[in-house]
C-alpha cells in the first residue's frame, strides 16, 4: 500500500470560511481492533471514544498533520496510507470537517496526554 502525500486546500473540505475546523483522523488497525481512545472530562464532547488526530495547522498538509499529533498524543509515527472517509458536521458553534486516513502506527504508542 502507498502512502499519501498529498494536500487539501482549505476549500476543498467544503466548509465555510467562518468558524470551521479540519480535522485529520488517523483509522490504525491491527488484529482486528482500530485504536482509539476516550475523551478527557472537561473538553467537548467528553467521554466519548475517538480515533486519534487532532487540527490541521495552517499550511500543513492531511499527512503532515496527522503524524504531527500522533507524534505528539503517543509518541510514535505513523504511514499515512488512503483517504477513507471525509464527512461535515455542523455543531450549533462550529462547523468541523474531518478527514479519515488509513494509517500503520510505527512502533509501541505510549499515551503523553
Request: charged share 25%; with cysteine; glycine share 8%.
Amino acid at each position: 500500500m502507498e502512502s499519501f502525500s498529498g494536500e487539501q486546500s482549505d476549500r476543498a473540505c467544503g466548509c465555510p470560511l467562518v468558524n470551521c475546523e479540519r480535522v485529520v483522523a488517523a483509522v490504525a488497525e491491527h488484529a482486528g481492533r482500530v485504536l482509539a481512545t476516550r475523551r478527557q472530562d472537561g473538553v467537548h464532547l467528553a467521554g466519548r471514544w475517538e480515533v486519534h488526530g487532532g487540527k490541521i495547522g495552517a499550511g500543513e498538509s492531511h499527512p503532515d498533520a496527522l503524524r504531527r499529533e500522533i507524534i505528539e498524543e503517543l509518541n510514535s509515527d505513523v504511514i499515512v496510507h488512503d483517504l477513507v472517509l471525509e464527512t461535515t458536521h455542523a455543531y450549533p458553534d462550529r462547523t468541523v470537517t474531518l478527514f479519515f486516513y488509513r494509517c500503520d502506527l510505527l512502533g509501541v504508542a505510549t499515551p503523553m496526554i
